[in-house]
């Protein structure tokens, strides 16, 4: 998929995830944390998103991913806000809390505080919730300043949906 991030790149990411939906007749919802709602953004900023996106939201603090996404405080106190865990009951949360059958969430550090030996500033983790019950996840970790952190992630976002979608 793109390499770039830019403003194109994402564009053309999104319409390849709204021709991807409309196909499988699919429904969206997003759950971001550290992209304050920038994968939303991306996909509505398409005409006709609202054949596909149902909605988007935003948990930046722990005390949000508990109560509009039902993250357990022992999973975000045992295993941190940016981990896959919590990442994973994001996408469960979302798709749950919603009329939407795929979600996307978005958990991280993009500075340019908020970094630890084992969680550096960049570290970002993903969940993908699918129909049949599926979540899947991942961590990258980003190179850049706070909006390329963030630009990266909204990218891995949207590809990670493409390349699940496309299976």
Same mark, same amino acid.
């Given at each position: ?5 830019? @403003? ?7 319409? %390849? ?11 969206? +919802? ?15 900023? $398409? #005409? ?19 109560? $509009? ?19 994973? %009951?994001?996408? *469960?949360? %979302? ?22 030996? @084992?969680? #550096?500033?960049?570290? +970002? ?9 599926? +979540?899947? /996840?991942?961590?990258? *970790?980003? /190179?850049?300043? *706070? ?9 891995? %976002?949207?590809?990670? $949906? ?6």
């Amino acid at each position: 998929m793109a390499t770039r991030h830019d @403003d194109e790149a994402l564009s053309m990411l999104a319409a %390849a995830l709204a021709a991807e939906m409309k196909m499988l007749g699919r429904r969206l +919802v997003t759950a971001e944390s550290c992209t304050g709602g920038w994968i939303a953004k991306v996909c509505t900023d $398409l #005409p006709g998103s609202s054949e596909w996106f149902e909605r988007g939201l935003v948990s930046y603090s722990n005390e949000a991913k508990r109560e $509009l996404l039902g993250v357990k405080a022992g999973n975000v106190q045992r295993f941190g806000a940016v981990s896959e865990e919590v990442a994973a %009951a994001m996408a *469960r949360g %979302a798709v749950d809390n919603s009329r939407a059958d795929v979600a996307v969430s978005v958990s991280g550090i993009a500075g340019p505080g908020g970094g630890s030996p @084992d969680k #550096p500033v960049g570290t +970002v983790c993903f969940g993908w919730a699918l129909p049949g019950d599926i +979540v899947e /996840t991942e961590i990258h *970790r980003f /190179t850049g300043d *706070r909006d390329e952190v963030r630009r990266a992630s909204v990218a891995r %976002a949207l590809e990670g $949906l493409l390349e699940r979608l496309a299976v």
